[in-house]
């Protein structure tokens, strides 16, 4: 295939100073959980991206120093020359295929606790840190902020020597010292660094002439920049000193890098936020400057793509979390294959790597993360090594993974599901509110497999053993998926407490049996997204809700997604009564029992339904009816996957099917990869 002709413009080169990127796919800075951990795992994470055609590939976050310790966060360290080696690695491997290697070096001042390193963190003015933690930054005088100045030079001077081609001056997010500088809440200084715009834009103008001073020779140097917080005339806004601040540094980077503050704001969920949602407020940029803009919106559509740059709203596609998705996006457009494109459903299940530090994972990528550790490549996969068919039992986003990666290692595959639809739970999940684009995990994956010569779909085919016996396949996998509990097993409780015919389950709401009436009381034991969004549903319907969970806020399990305030406001505005820090005891069919955690007070509300979201079920009866027979049949395996195995996330699923493909006639997995640190001869390396 080839490119369609309309696309064209997305492949031209752009000039950034003293570099040339050689289309327009960019993908900006992103933390992945990894940071200066892992290095060989990151440098593969990264390389990845660029033989997948990105133009431009960054690192995430970079520190300084260690007074910009971001601990408990995995994040970048370019401390010292001793970082050098580590950093160069991923330069080399982005350079390996083409592309341009881009370094985010920051300090984060008074956003970091610097729990490691023990040095009291540094701010404009006297503020505690900006996370929930007991830390306060102290005001930073004059040598402070010389020595500033000097690390962040040193930085860029070492960012050069490790091979990369862009450096950042980092001022957005919430995060940076230099946006803190700019944000009047934040700085009440009286010096030539506080007071007037152009005062407190001091810093960042002379961050940007010392790293253009240090390497702008030979590198590029970008600007990450607040196009606006969000937050009205308290903060920097698209139409107010936001615009003032670009308008009066305009040719001073190479490279505009512009977005919302802060990152709840820029990296929303497809919940909350649609492709290109930023462009309200990033648009501007382009009138002020001849310098290229790179901006993000979560851009998986070509068309769209298009259009940012045809109408002059950008001049680079950025992209984090679609590069995450699919790090083959631009070249699958160059090669005409639009319908590969593995598209970001926008759930932030890789945001959460971040917040958990932990190793960077995806949805609707499985390989994420895996490139070094496991070697697994997001488009090439290992060829069978053995012959016979495979049987897939039950087609959700295990079933549907684990078909198409066996399918892509040319085993003869047939997928067989109970329903008349595909998909699962994602089907039934991406009818809840806010929800739709989460189908992209089902539709990609039929899509593909529809067009497979090797692979058999059945549907309405609701396999018992002795059909799974006389099939006469190889191996066997069965994704049959989970249910929702309707007895109050959880987290909170370990005996059964509920019975009667108005307690209801998740699976009854998406199922279309909904409560007649309320007040309907839904216990969210799981804390993640279903009890909100199943509290959006009897609210659209007109019932009287509330939502009882034994955590501080609803959905709290969000928070690591960016979503916790976002779904609490909905809930607030929707007029959905929540209450925290209680438990449910029992169930009468008109009044629900409710325990304090905080006092043990009991009470009762009245209820005339009960929704209990609490633990999940595997639905394994087809294995353990084939538990002791399938040997004598002739099949080399029977496996559980996905969550049939163990219910978790549907990122979980997705990569328990890909799992099981890829280990098919392979050795099977005694220890676990890792980037192990050695003592030798008094030194500190890390052996691979």
């Not at 200066?36 to 431009?56: D, H, M, N, S, Y």
């Not at 001022?171 to 944000?183: C, G, M, N, P, R």
């Not at 501080?552 to 925290?580: C, D, F, H, Q, Y």
Request: proline share 5%; net charge negative; charged share 25%.
């Amino acid at each position: 295939m080839s490119r369609d002709p309309r696309y064209d413009i997305l492949f031209e080169p752009v000039k950034i100073g003293p570099v040339i990127a050689r289309n327009r796919f960019y993908q900006v800075p992103h933390c992945t959980g990894i940071g200066w951990t892992q290095p060989e795992t990151l440098a593969r994470l990264r390389g990845i991206k660029a033989e997948g055609g990105w133009a431009v590939v960054a690192t995430e976050e970079t520190e300084i120093h260690p007074s910009a310790d971001c601990e408990p966060f995995h994040e970048g360290r370019l401390w010292d020359d001793r970082d050098i080696p580590a950093m160069a690695l991923m330069a080399d491997a982005v350079h390996e295929h083409g592309a341009l290697a881009a370094i985010e070096i920051m300090h984060h001042g008074g956003s970091v606790a610097n729990w490691g390193t023990r040095i009291a963190p540094i701010a404009p003015s006297h503020r505690p840190i900006i996370y929930n933690y007991p830390v306060q930054a102290r005001a930073m005088d004059k040598e402070d902020i010389r020595n500033l100045r000097g690390w962040h030079r040193d930085a860029a001077v070492r960012s050069k020597k490790a091979g990369f081609d862009i450096v950042y001056v980092y001022a957005t997010h919430d995060l940076s010292i230099a946006q803190q500088f700019l944000e009047r809440r934040k700085n009440d200084r009286t010096d030539e660094y506080g007071g007037s715009l152009e005062n407190r834009a001091r810093l960042l103008r002379e961050l940007i002439e010392d790293t253009k001073e240090a390497v702008g020779d030979k590198c590029a140097v970008a600007v990450r920049f607040c196009a606006d917080e969000l937050i009205g005339e308290a903060g920097l806004t698209h139409d107010g000193e936001a615009r003032d601040v670009i308008a009066m540094l305009a040719e001073l980077p190479d490279l505009w890098d512009v977005n919302i503050s802060n990152w709840p704001n820029d990296s929303q969920t497809s919940r909350f936020a649609k492709e290109g949602f930023q462009e309200a407020y990033t648009s501007f940029v382009k009138s002020l400057t001849t310098k290229p803009v790179v901006g993000v919106g979560r851009f998986t559509s070509p068309d769209t793509m298009v259009s940012q740059i045809k109408r002059g709203v950008l001049d680079f596609i950025g992209a984090a979390r679609p590069s995450i998705a699919d790090p083959f996006l631009p070249k699958k457009i160059e090669e005409g294959r639009i319908d590969d494109i593995r598209e970001c459903i926008g759930c932030n299940m890789c945001v959460s790597s971040d917040y958990t530090s932990t190793n960077l994972r995806c949805t609707q990528n499985p390989t994420m993360g895996e490139e070094w550790r496991r070697g697994w490549h997001p488009e090439i996969i290992a060829p069978k090594k053995s012959e016979g068919s495979v049987l897939v039992v039950g087609a959700g986003p295990a079933g549907l993974e684990a078909a198409l990666s066996a399918a892509r290692r040319g085993f003869e595959v047939h997928l067989a599901e109970a329903s008349d639809e595909l998909g699962g739970r994602v089907t039934r999940e991406s009818k809840l509110p806010g929800l739709s684009e989460w189908a992209r995990v089902r539709d990609w994956r039929v899509g593909q497999l529809e067009r497979m010569a090797n692979v058999s779909i059945y549907r309405d085919s609701k396999l018992e053993a002795g059909h799974v016996l006389q099939f006469g396949a190889r191996h066997v996998a069965i994704a049959t998926g989970s249910f929702w509990r309707r007895d109050g097993v959880g987290r909170d409780s370990g005996f059964p407490i509920f019975d009667g015919a108005t307690v209801y389950t998740p699976d009854d709401i998406m199922a279309g049996r909904d409560p007649e009436a309320g007040p309907i009381i839904i216990w969210d034991d799981d804390h993640y997204y279903m009890g909100g969004v199943l509290a959006e549903v009897s609210r659209y319907a007109g019932a009287e809700v509330v939502l009882v969970t034994t955590a501080a806020a609803v959905s709290a399990w969000t928070a690591n997604t960016l979503e916790a305030l976002p779904i609490a406001r909905r809930m607030a505005k929707l007029g959905v009564e929540i209450l925290p820090y209680m438990s449910v005891a029992g169930f009468a069919g008109d009044s629900v029992q409710l325990n304090s955690v905080l006092t043990g007070e009991k009470f009762e509300r009245p209820a005339s339904a009960l929704v209990t979201v609490t633990a999940r079920l595997p639905v394994d009866a087809l294995y353990e009816d084939l538990r002791d027979r399938w040997q004598a049949a002739g099949i080399a395996s029977v496996t559980r996957i996905g969550d049939c195995w163990a219910p978790s996330t549907i990122q979980q699923a997705v990569y328990s099917g890909h799992k099981w493909a890829r280990e098919l006639d392979e050795e099977p997995e005694v220890l676990i990869p890792r980037e192990l640190p050695m003592i030798e001869s008094g030194r500190l390396k890390v052996m691979t």
